[in-house]
Antibody
């Protein structure tokens, strides 16, 4: 059974930093691309960032370019999202998702809440 | 950026009836279109990819169709567990983008 478990969310002041982690199990993590998708309270879904299976290529939505970094450790079956210079508009539940069918989000974690507030 | 527009925003349907949800792309996405279902307090679930291929374990009452810029998700004979919010997503071009969602509610 595929499982994705996010951690690292919490309350942070504007301008602060957080690192999210997503621990994967139940599938060959190193074979698949991964993404982060967020959902602001009461709002829709927004793709944030993606990384290829090897980690060689990364992609970001414009609003987080230069502030967020995505990475993975295939030896630990773990995906990361380093978030710097956080803004109030980054407040959301952050989901990690596994991309199996070609940049779709086939499996999702339960999400971790990031709140950016003074 | 490809803008995905879903309609209607809310769809009121009686159990057992058919629901038809629409998704329009601002430019062609070929068949690189997925549909997701999200229930309150839960993560989304992949229903359809490639515009018309059901994901693993998805019931046959969910049917996706379309290509290019116009797509439809049809849910035949709505069950109680189908009342939820549905999102479309294009993966033809970066950035990956979602539609705003259609809420299917009980009439």
């Amino acid at each position: 059974e595929v499982q994705l478990l996010e951690s690292g969310g919490g309350l942070v002041q504007p301008g602060g930093s957080l690192r999210l982690s997503c621990e994967a199990s139940g599938f060959t993590f190193s074979s698949y691309a991964m993404s982060w998708v967020r959902q602001a309270p009461g709002k829709g879904l927004e793709w944030v960032s993606a990384i290829t299976a090897s980690g060689g290529n990364t992609y970001f939505v414009d609003s987080v370019k230069g502030r967020f970094t995505i990475s993975r450790d295939n030896s630990k079956n773990t995906l990361y999202l380093q978030m710097n210079s956080l803004r109030a508009e980054d407040t959301a539940v952050y989901y990690c998702a596994c991309d199996i069918s070609g940049w779709t989000f086939d499996y999702w974690g339960q999400g971790t809440l990031v709140t950016v507030s003074a | 950026e490809i803008v995905m527009t879903q309609s209607p925003a809310t769809l009121s349907v009686s159990p057992g009836e058919r629901a038809t949800l629409s998704c329009r792309a601002s430019q062609s996405v070929s068949s690189n279109l997925a549909w997701y279902q999200q229930k309150p307090g839960q993560a989304p679930r992949l229903l359809i990819y490639g515009a018309s291929t059901r994901a693993t374990g998805i019931p046959v009452r969910f049917r996706g169709s379309g290509s290019g810029t116009e797509f439809t998700l049809t849910i035949s004979s709505l069950q109680s567990e189908d009342f939820a919010v549905y999102y479309c997503q294009q993966y033809n071009k970066w950035p990956l983008t979602f539609g705003g969602g259609t809420k299917v509610e009980i009439k």
